[in-house]
């Protein structure tokens, strides 16, 4: 098994809840399954550029101008797309661990998602209808956040975005373990709610290193 962990937060792991779930949910899913490989990504020291005008002609003028070949100025400003799908397309699980940010991700996530969740690098369109280019069978979301949130809230733009992008490129299975009331200004019960949390990341790993 494969895994592809995405992580989107530039704090220590002893400051960062989610990373700190990440840990456990690596650390089960290697004892379930001793030969499963992680490839770890860091968008804090490899960041995504944002979408420039040159990579979007190279991403998205192929589907719209019949015939159309990038240039190698297109082609150059494209090239993180190029390099992070390859190992999106190789993987067997996603897992993206992020903190929550004015309610949505943080904006390092979303240039990853505007560069490689796209035409030619994730999925190809034929005749309009999306044909992915991975074999992911599974995502998995480790999510800190300092307020408390119900199931829908509609302060959530995060969740809903991780889904809808997956969705997008035919990801069905998404799991989610969040670590909410992380603001110890506002929440008394931080640890417990974080210990919760983490045990939630373990059954998870656990559960796809045995399937």
């Given amino acids: 098994m494969k895994i592809l962990h995405i992580c989107c937060d530039p704090k220590p792991t ?19 399954n001793p030969e499963a490989e992680v490839i770890n990504v860091d968008l804090y020291k490899d960041p995504p550029p944002y979408l420039s005008y040159e990579a979007y002609r190279a991403i ?10 990038p240039t190698d100025e297109e082609k150059a ?7 992070q799908a390859a190992r999106l397309n190789d993987t067997d699980v996603l897992v993206l661990t992020t903190p929550m940010w004015n309610f949505s991700v943080p904006a390092v996530l979303k ?8 035409p030619g690098y994730a999925y190809e369109m034929e005749n309009g209808e999306i044909r992915p280019s991975h074999h992911i069978r599974s995502a998995v979301l480790l999510v800190s956040s300092g307020e408390a949130y119900k199931e829908d809230d509609p302060r959530d733009a995060l969740t809903p975005l991780v889904r809808a992008v997956c969705s997008h490129i035919g990801i069905a299975d998404i799991s989610v373990a969040w670590a909410d009331g992380q603001d110890p200004l506002l929440f008394k019960d931080c640890e417990p709610r974080k210990q ?4 939630a990341a373990r059954e998870i790993a656990e559960e796809l290193s045995e399937s």
């Fill in 111 to 118: 240039a990853w998602f505007d560069m490689v969740i796209s």
């Fill in 14 to 32: 002893e400051e960062s809840v989610c990373k700190q779930m990440a840990t456990e949910f690596f650390s089960a899913a290697v004892a379930t």
């Fill in 77 to 83: 400003a494209a090239a993180y797309a190029a390099d």
């Fill in 196 to 199: 919760v949390a983490l045990e």
């Fill in 60 to 69: 998205w003028y192929p589907v719209y101008i019949a015939g159309y070949h």
